[in-house]
């Protein structure tokens, strides 16, 4: 049987547009437009792009959407301010503060002192404290994109053994809480592996499903890999290419060419998770909305 | 070898002690006496008994310890309005609602209520969230009390792979983000188990640390096990006996007979992981109060 290339880029243009049809019938209904404010401190170009995508998306659904850049040099007292502003506006139902942030502001600070009913990122300890007691409300943008990707191509994850590679606050222990919690999308057994786990090998051998996010190019390996597992690739890393114009080219967690030849389902890097969180955190922006006005 | 029969009677009254010295300077320092609040709706015996012994223990190391006692009958508002006193007592510094409250009480309500900084229970979402992110403030007793025992005889999780067996909120989730975390006495790979889990023994085979909190007697048994594997039983559970007066006996989800004779070390039941949650539970409020203090 063919190995299925998960195509996120698709999927995430289906719920895209599942989001544009619901926002428009919550504003007919309830005359007000939902509005996302993200805010970027520092002007990054990366950072930028992703914060101009996250802006453009919510208006193509039609969202408000609103960018507040910021000098790298804003004081810690400053954001904070305008944070409150953006809690207290009526046009603002969803904030996100692009991270990293510079070193002299403290990011536990900032992301505690957003609104947790705006807090459209998932990362407020409220909000985290929710997922993990498996009443999630917001669920942070990456870890509900890979539930949304297995749900809609169909791998249920019932009873099913996933090994999490990486356990990071954004993605790798979100999403261990996600998968295992009680509920459709969920009831995996999941092993949460990191920099530290002594037998990953023999955990990975033993998975249904994959998700690799720890960020280090072509990681996993087809050895690792049961036959017929599902692989979910998180990793975007930059490996030098003179083949490329800029120089570089993008590659997965996972040496896609070989694993492809095992696996029954794997997402590609780039066009598999990564077009995803855009979509997540316009859901999770239009559910700020609802509960807002509700 | 023999098998280590960890003493969690003797670990726990240890650590008691040393909450009781540190009380004492910490009284002697700030001229406050910690205060812990244990609130109980309706006569429930078990419930009851379990209430005494955390006030007595709270005075045993010199602490304040108050209970107050409602009828089963006590309206949600009502007993918002007490936590609400509560929260504002200067002469309190932990509060924990006996769970489970009758079913005309919302439980969420309730733990939200708590002032995250009192909530020496460990439950309120925020501080269920600031564990899920690594930076815990109070761990729920049982979870703590785990991490504690294995401290304390030695056993290092660094690099380990931990299965446990079960997901509550009061147990095997938050113990699987502990464990898991980045810190002494977590960076473990932790293995999530529970009733949906189809390959149970490959995974629990493969363990180095069994934590078994699945409420089913004997559950875990010697062909689930690793040769020596260390295996902490959080199950208490009553089977008839004629053989007490009381016509029950107390057994654990592990079968400690036949699982003894090949793992490294194991707890007993009772005796083990149970007489450590009351010491951890007023070593959350120690530091409640100097949080409050500081």
Known sequence: METKIIDGKKISEEIKLEIANDTKSFQNKFLVKPGLA???????????????????????SGMRGK?????????????????????????????????????????????????????????????SGLLSAGTPRFIPATPAGIRELLIRSDFDTDGKHVAILGRSNIVGRPLANLLSMKSNGGNATVSLCHSRTNNLKDITQMADIIVAAIGIPNFVTQEMVKENAVVIDVGINRVESSLHKRGYRLVGDVEFETVKLKCKAITPVPGGVGPMTIAMLLSNTLQAAKLQCA
Chains 1, 2 share one sequence.
């Open 38 to 60: 993200v805010v970027l401190v520092g002007n990054d170009p990366a950072s930028s792009v992703y914060v101009r995508n996250k802006e453009k998306s919510a208006i193509d």
């Open 67 to 127: 960018t507040i850049n910021l000098p790298s040099t804003v004081s810690e007292q400053d954001l904070l301010n305008i944070i409150e502003n953006l809690n207290l506006s009526n046009e603002i139902h969803g904030i996100l503060v692009q991270l990293p942030l510079p070193s002299h502001i403290s990011q536990e600070k900032i992301v505690e002192k957003i609104n947790p009913i705006k807090d459209v990122d998932g990362l407020h300890p409220f909000n």
